[in-house]
């Protein structure tokens, strides 16, 4: 395998949304866990919200317990999240921001701008042995902040380049380039997702500082017509022909 491999993660929360509106336990986010896994996925995201309108706390070790892929626990920047994370000690643990109203994580996290409050987070995070990463735009401002935090990880919300429009795509994946190299730069490892679907993905993963996608709203709404195994292989190929 070459080292220049894109990582995929997969978020199968939305898994858990359709199981949640009949209630019952069908369709099992662990199924999908499984799925990724047998279909090339590297990683497995869940989101644990406040309200666990999709993934609950019974999920995680079911999730964790089901492949040997690396657990990617997506939490907010809150004191009950912190302890859940160091109980079942996922491989990472990328911090998001959380707004109860909110359908989906709609921004970057404010990590400049919160420093005070996710210092402490980082750390007993790190101290335990979890990759710490933050979700943040692609802007330097909240790269130095991760910097000054010292957090190993970056993710960087792509939700303003899958949404804009066409006279603005080359610049918003610029900005995406430019961040990714100064995250490099200061030995931060640069992740990236949000609305990447078939259509838009590759010129991100075309950037070669990124080493992982998180991808999982797309890829489950097209499992829906093609399966998952398919819809993440399908992925997995694009992101590879980009590299």
């Known amino acids: 395998m ?6 995929l993660g997969v978020n199968i929360d939305h898994v858990a949304t359709i199981r949640n509106a009949r209630g019952g336990d069908h369709p099992d986010p662990v199924r999908a866990a499984q799925i990724v896994a047998e279909a090339g996925g590297d990683g ?15 999920d995680l070790l079911r999730v964790q317990d089901a492949t040997g892929l690396p657990l990617n626990l997506e939490m907010a920047a809150t004191d ?9 000690m996922p491989h990472a643990a990328c911090i998001v921001p959380e707004r109860r109203e909110e359908r989906t994580t709609e921004g970057g996290l404010d990590a400049a701008g919160q420093h ?6 980082v750390a007993r995070l790190t101290d335990a042995g979890i990759r710490v990463s933050l ?10 902040a991760a910097m000054r ?28 380039s430019d961040m990714a190299a100064l995250a490099v730069k200061n030995g931060i490892e640069p992740h990236a997702g949000h609305g ?33 195994e398919d819809a993440v292989v399908r992925m997995r190929r694009l992101m590879d022909e980009a590299r």
Not at 2 to 7: A, K, V
Not at 135 to 144: D, G, M, N, S, T
Not at 166 to 171: K, T
């Open 2 to 7: 070459s080292t220049d491999r894109l990582r």
């Open 80 to 88: 009950e999240m912190v302890e859940i994370a160091l109980r079942h």
């Open 44 to 58: 497995i995201t869940v989101h644990l919200r406040e309200d666990r309108r999709h993934i609950r706390d019974d």
């Open 135 to 144: 979700f943040i735009a692609p802007e330097p401002r909240q790269v130095e």
């Open 149 to 176: 935090l010292g957090a190993p990880v970056v993710e960087f919300h792509t939700g303003e380049y899958a949404h804009a429009q066409a006279g603005n795509v080359a610049e918003e994946l610029r900005r995406l």
């Open 116 to 121: 005070n409050r996710l210092a402490p987070i």
């Open 196 to 228: 990447l679907t078939y259509k838009n993905v590759q010129p991100v993963a075309a950037i070669p500082q990124l080493r992982e996608l998180n991808i999982g709203h797309y890829l489950i709404g097209e499992a829906i017509f093609t399966g998952l």
